[in-house]
C-alpha cells in the first residue's frame, strides 16, 4: 500500500544557481541558469519516518552521507525549466520511496524441476566425457 505524496515546504528546499556547461552559446558565459537544488531528508520534518528510511537506504549517488540530496538540473537553457525540472526530479524520487517493497516469500523448487536440472547436467557430463581421445589399450 503507497502512502500519499507529503508536502515539502519551500524552506525546506535550498536552491542554488550557478553556470550550466555545455552548448548555449554567449548565454551560458553570462546567465546562472543550471539550479543545484538540496533537500535535508535526513532531518525533514516533513517525511513520514518509513519514507524517510526507505529514501535513506537507496545506494543514490546523489544523496551524501549527511543524508543530503543533492539534485543538479541544467537541461534547459532557462532558469526557470531548470528549477521545475530539478522540483520534478525531487517529487520522483520522493515517490520511489512510498512505495514499501513487496516482501519475498521463499519458493522451493519442484521435484520434477530438480530432475530436469540433474538430467540436464548428466547429458552435459556425458556430452563432455565423449570429447576427450579414446583410450590405447
Known amino acids: 500500500m503507497s502512502q500519499p505524496m507529503p508536502h515539502i515546504p519551500e524552506q525546506e528546499l535550498v536552491e542554488r544557481f550557478v553556470r550550466a556547461g555545455g552548448p548555449g552559446g554567449q548565454n551560458v558565459n553570462k546567465v546562472a541558469t543550471a539550479v543545484e537544488l538540496r533537500f535535508d531528508v535526513a532531518r525533514s520534518p516533513s517525511l513520514p519516518e518509513a519514507v ?32 521545475e525540472d530539478a522540483r520534478a526530479r525531487l517529487e520522483a524520487f520522493i515517490a520511489s520511496g ?37 583410450d590405447l589399450e
Do not use: C, H, M, Y
Not at 103 to 128: G, M, N, Y
Open 52 to 83: 524517510r528510511t526507505r529514501l535513506l537506504a537507496k545506494r543514490d549517488r546523489r544523496l551524501t552521507d549527511d543524508g543530503v540530496l543533492v539534485i543538479s538540473a541544467q537541461r534547459f537553457r532557462t532558469q526557470e525549466r531548470n528549477r
Open 98 to 134: 512510498l512505495q514499501a517493497p513487496k516482501p519475498r516469500i521463499a519458493t522451493r523448487p519442484s521435484r520434477a524441476a530438480k530432475r530436469r536440472r540433474l538430467d540436464s547436467k548428466r547429458q552435459r557430463a556425458d556430452v563432455k566425457r565423449g570429447r576427450g581421445s579414446p
